[in-house]
């Protein structure tokens, strides 16, 4: 392996977790924290020199765009990926990437059938629906820990809109991407296979793992949460970036790079540019209010 991954010519490398979204916007910061306890709760939108812009009832101000706060998340996205991406510093990635791996791959042993099976469950596509469930249920209680009477809608608009943006994040990486690689479980022809060792139908492969598409979708759910929840669910969303994406690290079938450089370095520098801008709130509005006239008029 030369720097971040080398087969045969081809750079493998992996990116990083999007996590980081910590603080997203707002530039009155201590002000959202004693609005209702979200850590980075969204408000109504203030006007610039008087000057605000409204569309269909949803208001859109030269203020709500913390341009400095962006650049910062996005320096650290371009960082991050440089570090994985330019030598000498892609070679520590590489060395991350085989040094975890082999240490998870040692634990699957024919000794270790309970451990085997565990990991050949959570990779399963019901522990998928498992994890969302999770999702689910951290969105449930920010819901309920909402106090505004019109909780309801302004939940389901932000779940709606989090479903877009996840989808259009999923397209575009899709049709941007070009590179990839396999996953260390085919990169490494000695590799202990979980598949081998058990009858539970499993994932522990991926012909391209990069970058890491569930860790990717789990930190876009958190940065929503962090913008828009209370700090005690945001950092449990958080948490659950790490949790949920472990068991495809666990069984070789990601790199450990794919995750926290590949997924984390997209989350870091295009979230910003829909959370930390009136982009979100513009669209929470806007499904708020369509399904206010949908439930009216039915």
């Given amino acids: ?64 765009i913390n341009l400095k706060r962006i650049l910062a998340f996005n320096l650290a996205g371009v960082l991050l990926l440089a570090s994985w991406a330019i030598w000498p510093l892609s070679t520590l990635w590489s060395a991350l990437d085989a040094r975890l791996f082999w240490l998870f791959n040692g634990w699957l042993t024919p000794e270790n059938m309970r451990w085997n099976q565990i990991l050949a469950l959570i990779n ?13 249920l951290l969105f449930t209680m920010a819901i309920r820990a909402d106090r505004r009477t ?48 058990v009858t539970i139908p499993t994932k522990d492969e991926a012909g391209n793992s990069f970058p890491g598409d569930h860790g990717l979708m789990v930190m876009i759910f958190a940065a929503f949460m962090m913008r828009f929840a209370k700090r005690r669910l945001a950092l449990w969303s958080i948490a659950s970036v790490v949790l949920l994406s472990a068991p495809r690290i666990l069984v070789g079938a990601h790199w450990f790079s794919d ?15 829909i959370l930390c801008t009136s982009v ?18 039915n």
């Fill in 280 to 297: 979100v709130s513009g669209m929470t509005q806007l499904a708020e209010k369509a399904m206010r006239l949908f439930f009216r008029g």
């Fill in 124 to 136: 399963t596509r019901y522990f998928d629906v498992v994890s969302l469930g999770v999702l689910g």
């Fill in 259 to 273: 995750v926290y450089v590949g997924a984390l370095s997209i989350a870091l520098l295009v979230l910003p540019w």
């Fill in 150 to 197: 019109n909780r309801l809608f302004h939940w389901v608009a932000i779940g709606v809109v989090m479903l877009v943006v996840a989808g259009l994040v999923s397209v575009a990486i899709n049709e941007a991407i070009t590179y990839g690689h396999p996953s260390p479980t085919l990169y490494f022809e000695q590799a202990t296979r979980l598949t081998d060792l």
């Fill in 1 to 64: 392996m030369v720097g971040a991954h080398a087969v045969n010519g081809i750079h493998l490398g992996s990116l990083s977790i999007a996590s980081a979204q910590e603080t997203l916007c707002n530039t009155g910061l201590s002000n959202r924290l004693s609005n209702k306890g979200a850590w980075l709760h969204s408000s109504p939108t203030p006007t610039h020199h008087g000057i605000a812009i409204t569309l269909e009832g949803v208001n859109v101000s030269p203020d709500s």
